[in-house]
């Protein structure tokens, strides 16, 4: 358990989380049945919010089977329509480290992980023991290149669905909606391999951090009795 410390989603708000230890000889299942218990993996740590007075941060999840695209989902998806994607292994390169820097100069300055450098990113993809991968998204290239890299998904396969780990994009293409492209992407990738779900992690509602999340529907979260569809 760790110590009280502010909560970086609701001011006035303080924080705990409890740890758990992802082993090294089943670490992918161990993840899966933690991942379905509200957990989220940072490298081989599994952890969820153990508030005492608080129970804002709720796990969610995409129904894949039963998601049917909006308009405005549509239109973000054609919009980027002429980005290529590409599954690559959990191996880290300079041009997505590159990326990643702008993205949390950008939109996350004074954010916890603004200070990210080179060996944090590092173990943050490779450290783990867990079904992992990334997911790198393209522009088409001119010259017979691979095209210039705009967003990056830290992606997890589970038994059971895609948990997107954690997504950077290129800051100044706001009008893609590249982290929204991103989720909904995932949507397509596990419908065409048969998962039924995406995992998105935490939702706070009210934080303008997280509010984002209930803009997909259907969308199940986790309470006392088990998962069940959120209401409007």
């Not at 992918?28 to 081989?44: K, M, P, W």
């Not at 010259?143 to 998904?153: E, F, I, Y």
């Amino acid at each position: 358990m760790t110590s009280v410390a502010p909560c970086p989603y609701l001011p006035g708000k303080t924080e705990r989380k409890v740890f758990a230890n992802l082993p090294f000889s089943d670490g992918a299942h161990v993840n899966d049945e933690l991942t379905v218990a509200g957990f989220r993996r940072s490298q081989n740590i599994a952890y969820r919010p153990a508030c005492e007075a608080c129970d804002a941060c709720v796990s969610v999840r995409l129904p894949v089977p039963e998601f049917a695209f909006t308009r405005s989902q549509r239109k973000v998806l054609t919009r980027n329509a002429d980005l290529s994607r590409s599954l690559v292994e959990a191996e880290v390169t300079t041009e997505q480290f590159q990326l990643l820097r702008r993205y949390l100069t950008t939109r996350h300055p004074t954010g916890g992980m603004s200070d990210m450098g080179w060996l944090d990113y590092v173990a943050m993809v490779e450290d783990t023991t867990v079904r992992t991968h990334l997911i790198e998204y393209r522009l088409a290239s001119t010259d017979g290149g691979p095209g210039d890299l705009v967003a990056v998904t830290l992606t997890d396969l589970l038994k059971d669905g895609l948990s997107m780990v954690y997504s950077f994009y290129d800051p100044t293409m706001e009008r893609r909606s590249l982290g929204r492209f991103a989720i909904l992407d995932h949507i397509r990738q596990a419908a065409q391999v048969g998962l039924p779900f995406v995992y998105l992690g935490y939702w706070v509602q009210g934080s303008d951090k997280m509010d984002y999340k209930s803009g997909f529907r259907p969308m199940e979260v986790l309470g006392k009795l088990g998962w069940s569809r959120l209401q409007d």
